[in-house]
């Protein structure tokens, strides 16, 4: 039978990245049989090393070359040697950016077996999917300073929200939430605080959820729900959010649902006009990079949403299921390597 | 021995605002003698009822008489009847922008005996103090709305920061760490992504570190500090950040801290130029107003902080005291209406 083709673009960038991208594409490779697919990977020499050497973080012909790809997977980036900022603005918010990646998708679930720093909580409590904004909101780099370094400097920091940025992420949580049991879409936002950009959200919530009937919604204030995550996560299915809430709420998803080491995500372009990129949400962790102690499954989940993303579904299951099984098993195993974890859960998949 | 007199503005609100503001005046009554205090009380009826008789929140003419006040206790204000933003801005935000509460100060701190969601914490993990810029950032309410309502729609929201407001509050920050055993000063920020803003806090930090060699300084990226708030807040003493990332912060800390119905704060006018204003961090809870259910324990932490800044200092060490045997012995008592756990406590400072 032929097998598909697909051009999949690697950055495994700074830190841990290289090692945990690795063990990425080791299960990706693991599972591709049986999913009829085949990888034609280009791998991506971005991040600090490139910056270093060559001054540069995103060169326009290298984001020309992403373009044509048909997907992305990436490790991290960063580096405490760069000033704060050149990378994740100049490489990996530009890629979100000029790709078009509105969505930035981030499951926020307990698997059976993690441990929780929550006490009394059980798989069933944590089961959420976080649809955050991932072009607009206060990520623009709109903004500036003025008489930089004197007594009299201003910085400002401007949220810009459209009404067509902000539908089209309101319309896909949506669809997220009308496909899952529970079928709950909560909004988290700051309205009573952020009026005119809480009240386009809060607008175009009513307005697209017309079409949604089957679908309840709900408001949570951004400070509210931080509280709801610790002390009720139950309370929460799909919850959308612009960008800079959604960043800070996915790392609490990630610290209650077992650590970053296994928070994935997808910046995900759902019209499909450039490839999207799925990373894990930790960063670069340069203390323990090269050692080996890297935790890999954030990756490799993150593998399991671009398999979704490219119409392989059944092999996205398999990754997950083997994560699943993986994870279950963890704590009779004692400590693994960054490497013997990935071994593992490629063996799984492909067995 | 001739008191001390204090003239105490009462703003008690909506919701369940009059019904913990009463507790707190109960226990404010009750410790005053040992302090060599009298208050001279004036209520202000602001909230909800009065926007919907007048249409005003706080008009020029109170505000002039709040002024003329040593200092305020207020309870909660906003009303779902009432479109939000109206009173949160116009009534709570105005009073901390005109009175200039550049300091929005927020114990995050574990009493013995109360129950935190974190499993195997106890109360030494927990004990932080939260300086949240109060008068700038995200809070402004700079910014606008395009086009309304059509699909062209754009809405925005500034971030103003000035070198001015960001040295005031982080000296003040550096003061509260240099009195504390650990003297520990972490800066939450999201330098990364909010450059201009970012930098000047970065700047700040260090230029007025120098002053102080003897608090040792540190820096965590928002979404990171979530993160260690659940799953390692022994990292933090002292934690200074803006208005919007202080918001969020102190609700996850109130959450693994025994939750909302502990949380006290203080808007902090330091250089005394106006009276500065104490409240719970809780809401107006509309939903359990009138039932005899809220917890006032919030609003009786920020009378000792009222205390405290007045300089009764005594007082305030005696109000704590009682909140914290009150506290540890909870377990064992059983369901309190609002007015028993007051009484409960009046009893034990007066006792
Ligand atoms: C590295 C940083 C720019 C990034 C973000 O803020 O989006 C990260 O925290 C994330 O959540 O993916
Ligand atoms: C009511 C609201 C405007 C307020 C804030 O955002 O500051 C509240 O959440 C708080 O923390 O005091």
Redesign the pocket.
């Known amino acids: 039978m032929a097998s598909r083709s697909i051009r999949l673009a690697v950055i495994p960038g700074d830190g841990i990245g290289p090692e945990v991208v690795a063990e990425g594409l080791k299960v990706l490779e693991a599972v591709a049989p049986s999913g009829d697919l085949a990888f034609e990977q280009t791998s991506y020499d971005l991040g600090a090393a490139r910056w270093h050497r060559t001054g540069e973080t995103l060169p326009d012909s290298v984001l020309e070359e992403l373009r044509g790809q048909d997907v992305i997977l990436l490790g991290a980036v960063?580096d405490p040697s760069v000033p704060s900022g050149t990378l994740?603005r100049g490489l990996?918010?530009r890629t979100r950016f000029e790709l078009d990646h509105y969505v930035n998708l981030r499951p926020v679930k307990l698997f059976p077996g993690v441990k929780t720093p929550l006490a009394g909580v059980t798989p069933d409590d944590i089961d959420m999917v976080v649809v955050r904004e991932g072009t607009e909101g206060p990520?623009t780099g709109v903004g500036g300073v003025l008489r930089k370094g004197t007594e009299h400097e201003v910085a400002t920091q401007e949220s810009v929200n459209t009404a067509f940025g902000v539908e089209r992420v309101i319309r896909y949580a949506f669809e997220v939430a009308a496909s899952r049991p529970r079928k709950k879409l909560t909004l988290v936002h700051k309205d009573n605080v952020l009026t005119f950009a809480g009240d386009l959200y809060q607008r175009t919530l009513k307005r697209v959820g017309a079409e949604y009937p089957q679908v309840s919604t709900d408001y949570c204030h951004v400070d509210a729900a931080t509280m709801f995550f610790v002390g009720q996560p139950q309370r929460f299915d799909v919850v959308v959010t612009d960008n800079l809430f959604g960043?800070i709420i996915?790392?609490i998803g990630a610290a209650i649902a077992g650590g970053i080491g296994l928070a994935a995500?997808g910046n995900v372009n759902p019209d499909r006009t450039a490839p999207s990129m799925f990373e894990p949400?930790h960063?670069s962790a340069p203390d323990i990079a090269g050692q080996g102690k890297a935790d890999p499954t954030a990756t490799i989940l993150s593998v399991a949403m671009l398999l979704d993303h490219i119409g392989a579904g059944e092999a996205a299951r398999r990754v997950e299921q083997a994560v699943s099984d993986d994870l279950a098993e963890r704590g009779a195993l004692g400590a693994r390597s960054t490497s013997q974890i990935g071994d593992a859960i490629a063996k799984r998949v492909s067995g």
Chains 1, 2 share one sequence.
């Open positions: 960063g994740e990996l918010l990520y960043d996915t790392d995500s949400v960063g």
